[in-house]
């Protein structure tokens, strides 16, 4: 937290505005409209949420097909299911680990080929890392598909000098308790058109219609953010640049501190691309490193109680996903096979940095002297 947080949270309470509604969430939804440079955000209970209401919107029916991103969290594929469409997954590129415009080409052929035009494209800045979004928005307008972004992971991030969320037809971001920052849980839909947020405001609160007994005309959903939820963003956003450094400190620490290691590879944003860096990631090449895994990294760091997690496993290799459409090749695949999450909370200061770079550096020093014992 902030410090401010407290402060909004105990105004929602002396003004008795403790409900799904009140003067936090209309703030809140104004400053991420203004964060992510759209015109009008509907504040919502969470990042899944936006998506399921960003697809209701763009006219998504059952049965149609719905291009995603494979490499990344299942809350941007699950939606596709809730409305009754299917996805149709694509490989990621390895500069950005984000969608494969080449990828996204093969995937909209697929699905002219069976008659059915894609009804949605859903790119994802996974891990802050905005995606390649010229080439897919040129995709996306070519055929004239929306494009609904997935930002939950990268608020604070720029592409060609624009906010992430800002750059598709729909954003969607989340505030869920590990994310850059936090509403303890809750997203947000983002648009230029303010018709858009207007329509997630009205399904958000179960399409109440407006008359003064309980009318309904289609089906909504009770998705909305409450009021001390927002008093939280408020504080939040006073202090989302601040996060915004610290991760990226946490980013060029490690990077510093492990890029000479054989076999270590950071991502490195590409030109006009600036990731808020929410977690740090890292590639380990087995062929490079003595055969050190990023799995021996992950268990040497456990046994000082010190997490760290394999990246997102691709939706097509998930069971539940199983015999899903694929396009693309094994970029993912081996993302999800040699990636770690190093630890990057906000406050993590230099000594436990250090601690953290001098344990995974040891292993390395441990291999280089067992290979030279072996040599002699
Ligand atoms: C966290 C996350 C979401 C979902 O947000 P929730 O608020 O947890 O529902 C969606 N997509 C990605 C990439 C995420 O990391």
């Not at 950005?96 to 949605?120: S, Y």
């Not at 009021?227 to 996060?243: D, F, S, T, W």
Request: charged share 20%; glycine share 10%; aromatic share 8%.
């Amino acid at each position: 937290m902030g410090g401010n947080e407290q402060k909004y949270v105990e105004e929602a309470f002396a003004t008795n505005w403790v409900a799904p509604l009140g003067p936090h969430v209309d703030a809140f939804a104004q400053q991420l409209a203004a964060q992510t440079g759209t015109t009008a955000a509907a504040a919502l209970s969470s990042g899944t949420a936006a998506l399921h209401l960003a697809l209701i919107i763009a006219g998504v029916q059952p049965g149609d097909y719905v291009i995603c991103q494979s490499m990344t969290f299942c809350a941007s594929a699950n939606p596709i299911r809730y409305v009754g469409a299917e996805p149709v997954f694509v490989d990621s590129e390895p500069e950005t680990w984000n969608m494969d415009p080449e990828a996204l080409k093969e995937a909209i052929a697929f699905c002219l080929k069976q008659g059915k035009k894609p009804a949605a494209i859903i790119p994802v800045h996974l891990y802050g890392m905005p995606a390649r979004m010229n080439e897919i928005l040129e995709l996306a307008r070519q055929y004239e598909i929306p494009v609904i972004e997935d930002a939950a992971e990268a608020l604070g991030s720029t592409y060609m000098g624009k906010p992430c969320g800002g750059l598709g037809d729909m954003g969607i971001l989340s505030f869920n308790g590990n994310k850059i920052i936090t509403t303890s849980g809750g997203g947000a839909l983002v648009s230029n058109r303010p018709e858009d947020a207007a329509r997630a405001r009205f399904l958000s609160t179960q399409a109440r219609e407006a008359a003064p007994h309980y009318q309904h005309e289609v089906i909504g959903y009770n998705y909305r953010m409450s009021n001390i939820c927002a008093g939280i963003g408020r504080g939040q956003m006073e202090v989302l640049a601040e996060r915004v450094a610290q991760r990226r400190a946490n980013h060029n620490f490690y990077r510093e501190a492990l890029a000479d290691l054989p076999g270590m590879r950071f991502l490195v944003e590409p030109e006009g691309f600036f990731s808020n860096f929410w977690l740090t990631t890292v590639l380990v090449d087995p062929s490079l490193s003595g055969g050190i895994t990023r799995e021996q990294i992950r268990l040497e760091l456990e046994r000082y109680n010190i997490e760290s997690r394999p990246l997102w496993k691709p939706m097509h290799l998930q069971p539940v996903y199983e015999g899903t459409p694929y396009f693309g090749g094994d970029v993912a695949a081996r993302l999800f096979e040699n990636g770690l999450c190093l630890p990057s909370g906000s406050n993590l200061d230099t000594a436990d940095r250090s601690r953290i770079a001098e344990l995974i550096r040891g292993l390395w020093v441990s291999e280089t002297s067992r290979l030279n014992h072996a040599h002699v």
